[in-house]
Every structure is written in C-alpha cells, then in structure tokens.
C-alpha cells in the first residue's frame, strides 16, 4: 500500500533540478526565546520547482523556523541568503518584497475585519488618479469570492467578518491570498489541517500547479500521505534540530513517519492506520 | 474545480431590509442616540435651542470637540490611545500665540510651524511607543503631563509672568489667510439670506446668525475625509489591520509601525488645528486651554461606535458622538431643570443614548 | 530664610499666578527662600498632606490658604504646635486666629461675591446667572453663594468646564433660552468673563446686560473700559502672594509682625479705573 | 486497502449499544446569526460507550451544531434532552456540570495563563481549611506535566505561557483537560488537526479508552481514516442540514469522503492518496 | 507511553538566574521603578524627605491611592475599568457624611450602610455592563459623571445648601471604631520611641510621628490579601481568565459574569474605603473629593504592570506603582525646583520610570 502511494500518482515529479541553485539558503539558524531554546541550529534550503516538506513532532520548531524565514522572528545566530546574497530581513514586509508569501499556522488574520479586506491586506490594488487613488473594491470583491471559489469554499459574501468564518474557511483565504500574490517562495505552515476533504484536494493541487510554475514550496504537514503526495525532498526536524533531509524516493513512509515521532515510540495504532496516521 | 453559482441567493441567507444592513454599519447606530437625544431636547427645551442660531450655538463646541473626537477615533480604531491631545492643544495654542504675538509672524509662517510642532511631538509618542513597547495609554499620559507643563512655563514665559497670552486679534488682523480659520463662514449668503427674511435678525437689522463658523466646516470637512480614508484607501485598510491584531497585520505584511506613527501625527494635528482655531477665535491662550479633553474626545469615539480595544468603529460615529456629547453639555441650558442637576444629566443621557443605540443595532443585526 | 506657601489653587490657574508672582517678588525682594505648592486639583486632603510635608520641612515661615477648616486644621495645628510661625492668606479669615495664625491677609470669597452682588444689584439686575467653571470647589461655589445673597434677586448657577467655546455657549444658551436675564458673574476672567462678553455680543445685548467677573484678564478689563462689560472684582491677590511672605521674612529677621488682619480686597474695577490695570494684569501682577 | 482500513483494527468496536438510550439527544436544532443560517435543522444523538463522527464539508455547522450542545450558543429553535429530560443550557458551565467536557475548535484558552491555569481553568482543585482554601499548586502542576506526558508532550515546564506554545502543544492541553475532567459525554472538535502521528495516535487510543469506560465521544475530523479508525456511527452535515447517519461497516470510506464533500466533485487526486485525503 | 524524564535539565532551556526568574514577575519589575525614583530623590530633595515622618508624608497619600490602585488592578486584570471610582469616593462620602452627620448614626452603623451602598453601586455598574454588552469604559463613566452630580446634590441637601459638610469629627469623637479608620496606629509605641530618642521630636517634645496612618495599615492588608486572591484562589485564576479571553474562559466553564460583577463591587468597595478614611481624618467632604482618582488609580496599576487590555498584572505591582506616583507626586515639594514645572517633572518621572521598569525586565528575561 505504502509502495502504491509513493509511485502510483498524478503528480509529476522527477525533476528535482538538484543541479538549481536554491532560491533561499538558512544556515545554523538559532532562534531563543528567552532562556527557551526553539531552535538549536537547522539548516535547510528551497530551490526552485520542488516541495521542500519540513516535518516534525509538535513543539519541534517547525513553525518559528519558517517565521524567521519570513522575517517575523529575526534569528538569534545563522545567515540567510537569498539568490546567494546574504538578506537581513527587518519585518515580514521586506521577505514579502523578496518574494516570499507564508500562511502561517495562526493565519495572521484580523477578525473584526471582512473577508476582502483581509485578503488584500498590506497589498490593496488601486484605481483612479493620484489625489483620488482609491482602493478597487469592486475587484476586491470580485477575486475575493473567485479565488475562494478556486479552492472549493463558496462564501456567502465578501464582507462577511472572518472571524465568524468557520475554521477551514478561515485557513483557505489564507492559502488562497498566498498563492494569489503567488512568489518566488511560498511557504505553508499546515495549511491543510482544518479543510475539509475536498478543500484538501484543493490545495495539494494547487502546490502542484505553483510548483511547476516554478515557485519553490515550504510544506509544513504532520500528514505523512500529503507530504509524500506532494512533496519532492523532505526535512525533518526534532526537538530544535534537524534529523536529516531525503529525497522523494529514497524513504519509505513508515521511516518517515518514524522519523516524524522524534524516534520515539508509538501508541499501539499501527494496524488499525494502515501504517500511517 | 467545484463550482456552484454564488449568488445573491444563498439558501444560507435570511432576506434582510434595506434598513437592517444599514444599521450595520457601526456610525449608522450613533444616529439613533442623536435621534434620540435630538427628541428628548425638543420636549423638554426651550424653543430657541433649535432655531438656526440656537444650533450653530451647540454645534460650535461640538465641532472643536469632534475634531479631536476624529483624530482619536482613527488612533483607537489604529489600536492606540492619546491622552495628550487636550494638553496639545494648551501646548500648539502657545506655540501659535508665540509665533504671532511674540515673534510677530504671519500666519502662513505660524501655521505650519505650529502644525510642523505638533506633529513631530505626535510622532515622538508614536516611536516611544513602538521602540519600548509600551502601551500608547502611560506614555502620552507622561505627555499629558508633560505638555500641560510646558505650556505653563512657556506662557510665562512668552507673555511675561501671566498664564494668558492675549493680543493675537490685534495680530492676525487683515492677514488674508484668517478667514480660513476664525470668524463665520458664507457671511455674504447669510445677509442675504436675512434681507430676504429667511434668516431672523436683530432690530439693527443684521442677521442673528452671521454665518457658519469655520470650526464647523473643518469638523465636516475632517469627517468626510477620514471616512474616505478608512473606508477607502488601502491606508485605511492598514489602520483598521493594525488595530485588530498588530502581530497578524505585521505578518501580513502592513507596515503597522509607519501607520501609527501617522496616527499619532495625525491626531497631534487635529489637537494644533483646534488650538488655532480656538486661539484665533478668542483672541488670546491660557495655560488651561484643552484641559480634560482628552477625555471628552475619546467618550465621544465611543459613543460613536469605536472600540477601546481597536479594530472597529468609524469616523462618522465619533462625528456623531461629538455632537452627542456637545448637544447633551449644552442642552441643559436651555431647559428648565434645576443645574445643580447637570453631570446627573449629563451621566444619565450618555448612558441612555449608548444604549438605545446598542439596543437599536442589536435588534436589527439580531445578534445575540 | 526658607519660607513655604501651600496654596489651594494651581500654578496655572490665572488668578493663583498671580498670588505666585507676588509670592515671587517677595522672595525676591526679601532674598527669602520661597517655595509656593499646591494640590493639582482642589482636593482638600492632598493640601493637608502638603502641609504636612512642609511643615516636615521645618520652615521659617509657612503660608497657606484655608478652604476647609475642617479638613485642614489638624496639619495647620501641626505646624503651630511645632513652633513655625504661621500666616493665613486668601480665604480662612474667620478661623485663622482660633487655629494659631498670626494673622491672616486677604478677603473672604464670600463677602467679595455679596460686594459684587449688591453692586449688580444697584445697577438694576433683578436675574442672573453665575457662571461656575469649577462646581465642588468650595472657594468657588462660596462665591457664588456671595453673590446671589448680595444679588437679592433670582440667581442661576449655570456649572461649566474648562473650556471657553462651552462657556460662550451656555451663556449664550441661557440668554437665548431666558431673555429676563440681564446679569452675569462670572468666576474667572479669562475662562468666563470673555467668553461671556462675546457671548452677550452675539446674542445682540451688549449693554443691556451687565457682565461682571471675579478676578481680572487683560481682555475683560479692555471690555469694561470700552463699557462692554461692567466690572472685574480685583482682590489684589498680588498682595495675599506679597504680604505675608514679607511679613514672615521680617518675622524671621527682627521677630517684627503686624497686629492685625490685611483686607487686600474686594477692590471693584469698573470702567474708569479699567484702562491703567490693563497692563499690570497683562504682566501678571493684578 | 480501504476494507483492510474498516475490518483489519486493534480497537473493539462491534456492540453499538442500539438498544442504550442516549445521552443526549438533540432534535431539529436550528440556529442562526442574523440573516446567516448556519443550521437549518439537524437531529443528533450520542449514546454511553459510542463514538458518533460528525463529519462535513468546512462551513458546514458541525462546530456550530456541538457549541449548541456545550451550552455556547442557545439555539434559535429545537429541542435538547439529557436522559430524556429537556435541558435549556444558559452557559457552557451548566453542561459541564450536566456532563459535557468539550474540546473547542478554537481551543479556548487564555494564551497569557500558564499550562497549568489553563488546564485547571474553572475546575481547580483545593487544599487546606475554611478561611485559608486555596488551590493545590502543586499537585495541579504535577498533573498537568503527567497528564501532558501521557498524549505524549513533554512539557519544558508547566508554567509556561500558554502563547507560547506551538499549535499541536496547545491542541493537546485542550484535549488532555477534557479527558481528565472525564465526563458522560466527551466532544472532540477536529482534535488532531494540529498534532504529530505520535500525539494523534494517542488521542485516538485515548478515545478508544474512554469509550470503553461507557463515556459518549463526539468525534468530529475531516480525516476519513481517522473517523472511521475509530467511528461507531457517522453523521454528515451539508450546508447546516443533516446528509443522513450510518452504522459503523454499512458504508465505504469512498463513500463517506463523498459524503463529506457534500456531493461536490472533487480534484484531481483520487489516485495519488489511494481514494481518501 | 513514549517517555522521557522531564527533569529540571531540558536541553531546550537554558539556565537562568534567580536574578531573571524574579524579574520575570510583572510586580518585580515595578520595584525597579521604586529604586530609580528613590535614588532621584535621595540626590535632589531635602534630605527631610526620607525621614521616618518624610516617609510617612509621602506614603499617606501613597496608600489613600494605593488602595484605589488595587482594586483598579484587579478589576482591570478582569479585564474591565472603573472610571467612576474617583466620583464615588465623593459619593460615599457624602453618604458616610450625612449618616455621621445628620443622622448621627454610630460608626457601627454609618460604616456598613456605606459599604453597602457602594457595593450596590458598584454591581449596578457590573450588572449594565455585563447585560448590554457596552464597553464598562462607557457605562462607569456615565456613572462618573451621575455619581459626582449626587455628591452634590446630596451635599446640598444635606449640609443645606453648602457644597461642603462638615462637622464628622465632632460627630465620632469617642465612638470606639474611630481608630480602625482614621488617625495613626500604634500611637504609644511611637511615644515610647521618641521619649528613647529614636524618633525626632519637634522642639516642644511630641514626636515628630505619632505613629504609622491608619490608611498605610489598610493599603498593606488589601495588597496582601489581594495577592493572596489572585495567586492562590480559584477565584484568581477566574480573574484572570476573564480579562485573558472572556469567551474562551466561560466556554472553559469560568462564570464570568459573577467574577467581573464581584470585581466592580470590590472596586466601588475599595472606593468606599477611602471615603470613609479620608472623610474621617478630614473631618468633612466635599464634591470634589477624589477628583481625577479614577485615572491616578489606572495610572498606579499601569506602572505597577498591569495591561489595560486585561488578564495580566498583579496587586502588588499596583502597590509599588501607587508608591512611584505618591512619590513623586510629594516628593517635588521636597525640592528646589520651581512649582511651575511640577507637571513637566511628573510626567517626565512616569515615563523615566516606566521605562526603566521596561528596560530592566526586557534585558533580564532577554525578549526580543
Ligand atoms: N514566543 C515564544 N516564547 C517561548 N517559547 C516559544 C515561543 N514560540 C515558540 N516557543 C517554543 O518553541 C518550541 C517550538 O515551537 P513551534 O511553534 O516552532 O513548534 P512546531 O514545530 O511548529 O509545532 P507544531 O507542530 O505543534 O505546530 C515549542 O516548544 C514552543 O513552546
Ligand atoms: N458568529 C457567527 N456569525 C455569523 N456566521 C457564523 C458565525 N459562526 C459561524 N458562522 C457561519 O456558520 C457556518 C458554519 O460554521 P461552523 O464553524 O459551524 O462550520 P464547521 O462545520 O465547523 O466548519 P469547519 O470544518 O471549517 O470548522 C459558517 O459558514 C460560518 O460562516
Ligand atoms: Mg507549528
Ligand atoms: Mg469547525
């Protein structure tokens, strides 16, 4: 079964390009908060075209290393380069204009405001002239309930607060304002974990479509079956440190899923899963 | 990809009144208390209050307070307080007395300095707040201290050992910018207006009502623009982020920092706008100018509809708010009740106009 | 010498300036050392808490001011019972020899406002209003008091804020709203008695109705000597600063002290005399 | 695969207990927010010793519909019944004490309270006499650390911040203070969106244990293989109306993923995750 | 079960001090503020100030305060304000007054009515707020305004047409209570000790303290007890849990609404408690007793840590902040420098000391 879901499947993989130079490099990251340590060193890279999966038990840092990959935590020790040039970024604004779009696990919406308002925060496109440039709300609106309908949720309006969206509706505009102002890396911190079945669908094609435009994917997943659905290479960290990077491939699911537990040992469900939670 | 028709006609979606959405609208509530309070005042009141000079009477303090009143409410919705804008506005009337009386300047050159003055004080709280992380609300009240102070010491200074500078009418007269920002405006309609006998007039035959005072119409004209803005402009759209969650609107990517730092500015400003204003009017400042208003400006917010908490409320509320708060402070005048009576009064009509209003939008939103 | 004056009102209040500028010259003039305090607001248990911090101090001399008897007599007690000699000033005439006072300098708020009333009075008010920017503040609502038992007539106390446009609004309300009106006293000068001028101009009555106000500005007393107004009441507060910080220094050098209280007040600026103060109150010394 | 899934388990299901009256029996509940409708009349039941999927497309109601049931919201119309009785809940505290431990969607905690705190949030347990009662510090730190340790997190300490742990550490303080303050009738809202195979393994095992203690478990997941891992009956909501209820083997996982799609069309992935997301 | 030993020795921490545990407590930090404004003043003021009667000058002030402050806290760690504190002060007084006063009532009975009154009050204020769903910002300040207006109706009433009563000195003279609320505390042993020579005497030998004010007793007892609530009760943690997030504390079965109604009757109880100590040391009330206290007491709790957005803060921070402020409020008098800058001087000590405060807690516990 598990041979079935790494070979048989619609995606095409294959290419890796091992040979592309890394859109983002982070070297020896360490972040501390305080006297806690969240990351201990964990080095890790995304080129072009592939799905870097970056796996972890909980509490292993996962999410604050791609914050400060996205320019909301600056690290405590490490170097980021961007096309090889080191980049020092100041706030998640400058890793925007570089290029990289994130859906964070919190999803970094405001909940007193409307779906479209929160969709094109921080990026409102604009009509008329200058001393009555104005946002373009009609288009707002319009793409909004478009790119919404893309991934399989159909919003009652546009203008309904997200924070009485429902939280699987709440997860896909964060996902589909990503990929909306789609970039040269896209990173997603368990965007799946609150869809439903088909919004999932939804997405993990929408990473194989960005993918093969040629944008370079971070996926974050505790579902060993979307991240080998999807994933090119495969990044696991444990307790503030890396455990090791794989190629698709070269890893059957049951090690990654192992690897995934911090190598620790699992309740007694093996069976009854098929293998894999 | 799925795909169902999204039309107006979701099963999902109970039919709602023209009347039931506009209600919605958080500066569409503050109507109901002006209604209200409106009505009470019209039982209760000497005739005269609604007469035309009547109103321009309680709309004059309504509208320097609703100029503050607007500048709070956009740092409130932004997420932060200031509680120095009534000591803003002690502090800007000297400096605009200084500039005129003292130094003699022109009022193209006052102005600016003044305004130029108060907005680097804004933005001096603003990146106190932002670089320490402070909550907005000690370090402008450091302000409040702080300014209210200065004013003193520097009124002594500039006028020579009294707490009022006087003199600015004998200096500002004939500068052609004065108009802009004293006296009444449209005076020539309003003589019109009253040969024609549209407009009461004194026995010496000039109108009662000499025109709008220019407070009133850079209150409406504030108004209209923040609400533009907010509603807008993608500067608004950052404001209301900044104010909801800073963290979410941080990773958003909205520059939360620029945005209040504005803000600060911006409310600094309307606190300069209205000491010029207030100073050209009356001719003179003293060191008590402004005094607790700050307050008086964030009640009116409130009453409008903004959150103390940010994220949510609207210009037009604290427009209506203010003249809430101003119709309410003046009002008792006019009517026959014992004055000793007043801040019951006053308490007890804020309180009944918050909650019709609250009342109001509850019933029509069906909200819980 | 160090000498301290706890006063009840603030540094920036126009008329407690002025008693800080007489404070000041006296200083000056003496080569006392004098420190002049007062609560931020008119709070009776904060003054007492500065006095009591004052008299910690040990001074030379001690000033102050006595709104309360009540609240304030044990601190004053204190002081007394300490061996600092002690002067009254401003309000307090009535108990300031029974708690131990040399003497005291200035003129009750009370009997000020019943001059002013009677004043008003005789110049044909039979309906006022008196302006209070300050209700609670029981040195101001004492003269209030003053002026309608002088005033004999009917007397509404309109409450007002620190704010001039509100005021020129309710006067102007009430002038609108009761035409019968024809007397207004206000408490301040500068906070009331312009803004009530103007307020009288624009409901077109200038003249008619008389405007008199506590405490001088330089502006009310150009609209009194143009007639626009009536009078300013000048308790000289000048002197309630000067005196007793003089009296104390000299006290202090060669044990000298006057025998009796100082009326510095009530002193009614009416148009002729209006035109020469205008200046000195412009300077912060009437 | 997808028989080896149903049949091939560790877990005892097999005696649904049809005959066993229910818990709680909720009739035609209706509930709206304003003009939105987000439950157009759904029927629900939860028998002791059960596990009940409630199961759905995002935005369906299924967090609506339990939050009627814990006593959040009142619904606008319908009938609740415990043990035949009808109940009119005023606060979420009312069903605690009528039995009811709830795992929000949204979690319900305060993020500046330590794990502690929270954990005994409303519930905490006292020591000592009369006019000095006070709570039991340390034993409520021990049991939180233990209890954490159990679905398999390991605390760094019990008083750090609840915001600042990482989402899956945060879901599993939920849960484990659900489970602690064992109940007649356990509500799961999607609980395994945020963990790790390890901590999603044990929540399923933990709700297998309870389930055999006679509590009644509400389980609502967007994870087929999870619900029908240890699913007795399956519920599915559609757009705030009920899709129809099956017993535990009468229905194929393809199916019920059908079903909770709500009958939409889904993308093209079928092959790639071996027929279930 | 997977395990491994949770001990002390984590790898993913690192050690830390005892230094940096401690400051980690948001009422440690305010103690940083407390050191930076005594060393001010050790280097500027008359040496009188630190005194054993300097101390107790300026602490008196500090506990009338303090004692406001600590309820503030705890209500704003609920999650809610309290404007009309201030005006309360003055309403129980008059209530407190005129049972004393005009119906000579004993102490045993004057007391508990005002209390009762207060705490009835105070849940007026929980019940609107909580039923409406208003902002307690809005509700307690219309409640400022009507609380402050009855102190002076009622004082007019009840003293005859007087803003001020007076009389409550002669009116508990000799009633047995008297002591647990006004005057000073351990009055023999401060006699004993000034007779020894520890104390200064004035020059007529009575020392120059009569003993430790009875407010400074009431304002320890309360901080103790209150920190004792909010760490150590169930009830504490409901508090805190309110003010955190009120919907995810009532889903976690917190009754809320009973907490943050109990929390505005322990408020306006606080409230009644400087009333009737103030009033009795005083010996009469006035309307404009405890005038602005509301925003000293907010201002108190802020310093001491508190977060005006709910849910974080302690009592005992409220206690060192009423410290700062009485300290530095008191404390300029004890210097040279000029009256006029006082208000410059104060906002400038709250910002320096807010700042330091922050300062020091950022370094030690190394956020970012
Ligand atoms: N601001 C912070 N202060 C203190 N500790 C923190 C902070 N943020 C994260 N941590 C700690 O750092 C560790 C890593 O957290 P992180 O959120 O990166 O985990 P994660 O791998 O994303 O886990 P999950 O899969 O559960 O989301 C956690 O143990 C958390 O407690
Ligand atoms: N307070 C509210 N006000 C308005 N609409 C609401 C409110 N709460 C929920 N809704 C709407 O009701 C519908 C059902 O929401 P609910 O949270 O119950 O969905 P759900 O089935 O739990 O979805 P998910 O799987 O994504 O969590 C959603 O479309 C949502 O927009
Ligand atoms: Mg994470
Ligand atoms: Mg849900």
Same mark, same amino acid.
């Given at each position: 079964?598990?041979?079935?879901?790494?070979?048989?499947?619609?995606?095409?993989?294959?290419?890796?390009?091992?040979?592309?130079?890394?859109?983002?490099?982070?070297?020896?990251?360490?972040?501390?908060?305080?006297?806690?340590?969240?990351?201990?060193?964990?080095?890790?890279?995304?080129?072009?075209?592939?799905?870097?999966?970056?796996?972890?038990?909980?509490?292993?840092?996962?999410?604050?290393?791609?914050?400060?990959?996205?320019?909301?935590?600056?690290?405590?020790?490490?170097?980021?380069?961007?096309?090889?040039?080191?980049?020092?970024?100041?706030?998640?604004?400058?890793?925007?204009?570089?290029?990289?779009?994130?859906?964070?696990?919190?999803?970094?919406?405001?909940?007193?405001?409307?779906?479209?308002?929160?969709?094109?925060?921080?990026?409102?496109?604009?009509?008329?002239?200058?001393?009555?440039?104005?946002?373009?709300?009609?288009?707002?609106?319009?793409?909004?309930?478009?790119?919404?309908?893309?991934?399989?949720?159909?919003?009652?309006?546009?203008?309904?607060?997200?924070?009485?969206?429902?939280?699987?509706?709440?997860?896909?505009?964060?996902?589909?304002?990503?990929?909306?102002?789609?970039?040269?890396?896209?990173?997603?911190?368990?965007?799946?974990?609150?869809?439903?079945?088909?919004?999932?669908?939804?997405?993990?094609?929408?990473?194989?479509?960005?993918?093969?435009?040629?944008?370079?994917?971070?996926?974050?997943?505790?579902?060993?079956?979307?991240?080998?659905?999807?994933?090119?290479?495969?990044?696991?960290?444990?307790?503030?440190?890396?455990?090791?990077?794989?190629?698709?491939?070269?890893?059957?699911?049951?090690?990654?899923?192992?690897?995934?537990?911090?190598?620790?040992?699992?309740?007694?469900?093996?069976?009854?899963?098929?293998?894999?939670? | 990809?799925?795909?169902?028709?999204?039309?107006?006609?979701?099963?999902?979606?109970?039919?709602?009144?023209?009347?039931?959405?506009?209600?919605?609208?958080?500066?569409?509530?503050?109507?109901?208390?002006?209604?209200?309070?409106?009505?009470?005042?019209?039982?209760?009141?000497?005739?005269?209050?609604?007469?035309?000079?009547?109103?321009? =009477?309680?709309?004059?303090?309504?509208?320097?307070?609703?100029?503050?009143?607007?500048?709070?409410?956009?740092?409130?919705?932004?997420?932060?307080?200031?509680?120095?804008?009534?000591?803003?506005?002690?502090?800007?009337?000297?400096?605009?007395?200084?500039?005129?009386?003292?130094?003699?300047?022109?009022?193209?050159?006052?102005?600016?300095?003044?305004?130029?003055?108060?907005?680097?004080?804004?933005?001096?709280?603003?990146?106190?707040?932002?670089?320490?992380?402070?909550?907005?609300?000690?370090?402008?009240?450091?302000?409040?201290?702080?300014?209210?102070?200065?004013?003193?010491?520097?009124?002594?200074?500039?006028?020579?050992?009294?707490?009022?500078?006087?003199?600015?009418?004998?200096?500002?007269?004939?500068?052609?910018?004065?108009?802009?920002?004293?006296?009444?405006?449209?005076?020539?309609?309003?003589?019109?207006?009253?040969?024609?006998?549209?407009?009461?007039?004194?026995?010496?035959?000039?109108?009662?009502?000499?025109?709008?005072?220019?407070?009133?119409?850079?209150?409406?004209?504030?108004?209209?623009?923040?609400?533009?803005?907010?509603?807008?402009?993608?500067?608004? =759209?950052?404001?209301?982020?900044?104010?909801?969650?800073?963290?979410?609107?941080?990773?958003?990517?909205?520059?939360?920092?620029?945005?209040?730092?504005?803000?600060?500015?911006?409310?600094?400003?309307?606190?300069?706008?209205?000491?010029?204003?207030?100073?050209?009017?009356?001719?003179?400042?003293?060191?008590?100018?402004?005094?607790?208003?700050?307050?008086?400006?964030?009640?009116?917010?409130?009453?409008?509809?903004?959150?103390?908490?940010?994220?949510?409320?609207?210009?037009?509320?604290?427009?209506?708010?203010?003249?809430?708060?101003?119709?309410?402070?003046?009002?008792?005048?006019?009517?026959?009740?014992?004055?000793?009576?007043?801040?019951?009064?006053?308490?007890?009509?804020?309180?009944?106009?918050?909650?019709?209003? =609250?009342?109001?939008?509850?019933?029509?939103?069906?909200?819980? | 010498?160090?000498?301290?004056?706890?006063?009840?009102?603030?540094?920036?209040?126009?008329?407690?300036?002025?008693?800080?500028?007489?404070?000041?010259?006296?200083?000056?003039?003496?080569?006392?050392?004098?420190?002049?305090?007062?609560?931020?607001?008119?709070?009776?248990?904060?003054?007492?808490?500065?006095?009591?911090?004052?008299?910690?101090?040990?001074?030379?001399?001690?000033?102050?001011?006595?709104?309360?008897?009540?609240?304030?007599?044990?601190?004053?007690?204190?002081?007394?019972?300490?061996?600092?000699?002690?002067?009254?000033?401003?309000?307090?005439?009535?108990?300031?020899?029974?708690?131990?006072?040399?003497?005291?300098?200035?003129?009750?708020?009370?009997?000020?406002?019943?001059?002013?009333?009677?004043?008003?009075?005789?110049?044909?008010?039979?309906?006022?209003?008196?302006?209070?920017?300050?209700?609670?503040?029981?040195?101001?609502?004492?003269?209030?008091?003053?002026?309608?038992?002088?005033?004999?007539?009917?007397?509404?106390?309109?409450?007002?804020?620190?704010?001039?446009?509100?005021?020129?609004?309710?006067?102007?309300?009430?002038?609108?709203?009761?035409?019968?009106?024809?007397?207004?006293?206000?408490?301040?000068?500068?906070?009331?008695?312009?803004?009530?001028?103007?307020?009288?101009?624009?409901?077109?009555?200038?003249?008619?109705?008389?405007?008199?106000?506590?405490?001088?500005?330089?502006?009310?007393?150009?609209?009194?000597?143009?007639?626009?107004?009536?009078?300013?009441?000048?308790?000289?507060?000048?002197?309630?600063?000067?005196?007793?910080?003089?009296?104390?220094?000299?006290?202090?050098?060669?044990?000298?002290?006057?025998?009796?209280?100082?009326?510095?007040?009530?002193?009614?600026?009416?148009?002729?005399?209006?035109?020469?103060?205008?200046?000195?109150?412009?300077?912060?010394?009437?």
């Amino acid at each position: 079964m598990t041979q079935q879901m790494t070979e048989d499947t619609t995606f095409h993989h294959g290419s890796p390009q091992d040979a592309a130079k890394p859109i983002i490099e982070m070297q020896n990251i360490e972040k501390h908060f305080g006297n806690i340590i969240a990351l201990a060193g964990v080095s890790f890279d995304v080129k072009p075209g592939e799905c870097h999966c970056l796996l972890g038990d909980n509490g292993a840092g996962k999410s604050t290393f791609i914050k400060t990959m996205s320019g909301v935590h600056k690290p405590t020790k490490g170097a980021i380069t961007i096309d090889g040039q080191p980049m020092n970024f100041d706030s998640p604004r400058d890793a925007m204009e570089a290029g990289i779009a994130t859906v964070f696990q919190d999803l970094a919406m405001i909940p007193l405001m409307s779906v479209t308002r929160n969709f094109f925060m921080g990026r409102e496109p604009l009509k008329g002239s200058k001393p009555f440039r104005r946002m373009d709300i009609e288009m707002m609106n319009q793409t909004t309930v478009e790119e919404m309908r893309k991934m399989g949720i159909n919003l009652r309006g546009p203008d309904q607060a997200v924070g009485t969206l429902s939280g699987g509706e709440r997860q896909t505009v964060a996902i589909a304002r990503a990929v909306y102002f789609g970039a040269r890396v896209l990173i997603l911190d368990e965007p799946t974990s609150a869809l439903g079945v088909r919004q999932t669908s939804n997405v993990l094609a929408t990473i194989d479509r960005v993918r093969k435009q040629g944008v370079g994917v971070v996926f974050i997943s505790h579902n060993v079956r979307h991240a080998l659905a999807v994933g090119d290479r495969f990044t696991v960290l444990n307790r503030g440190k890396t455990l090791g990077t794989a190629q698709r491939g070269q890893i059957t699911p049951e090690e990654l899923q192992d690897l995934m537990a911090g190598g620790q040992e699992m309740a007694q469900l093996e069976g009854s899963l098929g293998g894999t939670v | 990809m799925a795909d169902t028709a999204q039309t107006v006609t979701d099963e999902r979606l109970k039919q709602e009144g023209f009347g039931a959405r506009l209600m919605k609208r958080p500066e569409l509530g503050a109507i109901a208390g002006v209604i209200l309070v409106t009505t009470f005042f019209l039982i209760t009141a000497d005739s005269t209050m609604f007469t035309l000079s009547g109103i321009m =009477n309680f709309m004059t303090p309504a509208a320097q307070l609703g100029i503050l009143a607007i500048g709070a409410a956009m740092l409130m919705i932004g997420g932060e307080f200031d509680l120095s804008i009534g000591s803003m506005v002690a502090f800007a009337g000297l400096i605009f007395g200084a500039c005129v009386v003292t130094l003699g300047l022109p009022l193209i050159l006052a102005i600016p300095l003044t305004l130029a003055v108060a907005a680097g004080l804004g933005a001096v709280n603003g990146v106190i707040v932002l670089k320490t992380g402070l909550p907005s609300f000690i370090v402008t009240l450091a302000f409040l201290f702080i300014l209210r102070g200065a004013s003193l010491v520097g009124l002594k200074l500039a006028s020579g050992g009294s707490t009022q500078l006087r003199g600015v009418r004998d200096a500002i007269e004939g500068d052609w910018l004065a108009p802009m920002f004293s006296g009444d405006a449209f005076g020539p309609i309003f003589a019109w207006l009253a040969q024609i006998g549209l407009i009461d007039t004194f026995k010496n035959g000039t109108p009662k009502v000499p025109g709008v005072p220019v407070e009133i119409l850079w209150f409406i004209a504030l108004a209209l623009v923040a609400t533009y803005v907010l509603l807008r402009t993608p500067q608004g =759209n950052w404001i209301f982020a900044s104010g909801g969650d800073r963290n979410a609107a941080s990773n958003s990517g909205v520059p939360v920092r620029k945005v209040k730092i504005s803000l600060f500015m911006v409310t600094a400003l309307c606190g300069a706008l209205v000491a010029i204003i207030t100073v050209m009017d009356a001719g003179s400042t003293d060191a008590r100018r402004g005094f607790m208003k700050e307050f008086e400006a964030i009640i009116a917010a409130v009453i409008g509809g903004c959150l103390l908490t940010g994220g949510y409320g609207s210009a037009i509320g604290a427009f209506f708010g203010a003249i809430i708060f101003g119709m309410v402070t003046i009002g008792l005048t006019y009517t026959d009740f014992d004055q000793d009576w007043f801040q019951i009064f006053l308490g007890g009509m804020l309180l009944i106009a918050v909650l019709f209003n =609250n009342y109001i939008r509850k019933r029509v939103t069906g909200e819980r | 010498q160090d000498i301290i004056v706890v006063a009840h009102g603030q540094a920036n209040d126009p008329f407690w300036s002025v008693v800080k500028n007489g404070v000041e010259k006296a200083a000056k003039d003496t080569g006392a050392n004098v420190d002049f305090r007062s609560p931020e607001t008119f709070d009776m248990v904060q003054m007492s808490q500065l006095i009591d911090a004052a008299v910690n101090q040990e001074p030379d001399g001690l000033v102050v001011s006595i709104p309360d008897a009540d609240a304030l007599s044990p601190s004053i007690r204190r002081a007394v019972e300490a061996g600092i000699p002690v002067i009254s000033m401003n309000s307090g005439s009535d108990v300031s020899k029974d708690l131990g006072a040399l003497l005291h300098v200035g003129q009750d708020e009370y009997t000020a406002g019943k001059a002013a009333g009677e004043k008003l009075a005789s110049m044909g008010g039979t309906v006022g209003i008196c302006v209070n920017q300050e209700v609670g503040n029981v040195a101001l609502d004492l003269r209030c008091q003053g002026f309608s038992d002088g005033f004999g007539g009917s007397v509404e106390v309109i409450p007002t804020q620190n704010d001039p446009a509100e005021v020129e609004a309710k006067v102007k309300a009430a002038l609108e709203s009761n035409p019968d009106i024809d007397t207004v006293m206000g408490l301040g000068a500068s906070l009331v008695g312009e803004p009530s001028v103007r307020a009288v101009a624009a409901v077109g009555r200038t003249g008619e109705v008389n405007v008199a106000t506590f405490d001088l500005s330089a502006s009310f007393l150009e609209s009194v000597s143009k007639g626009e107004a009536a009078f300013a009441i000048d308790q000289q507060q000048f002197l309630q600063g000067y005196l007793p910080v003089s009296f104390l220094a000299l006290n202090a050098n060669y044990g000298l002290i006057p025998g009796g209280n100082v009326p510095s007040g009530p002193n009614l600026i009416t148009q002729d005399k209006a035109a020469q103060v205008v200046e000195l109150s412009a300077e912060g010394i009437r």
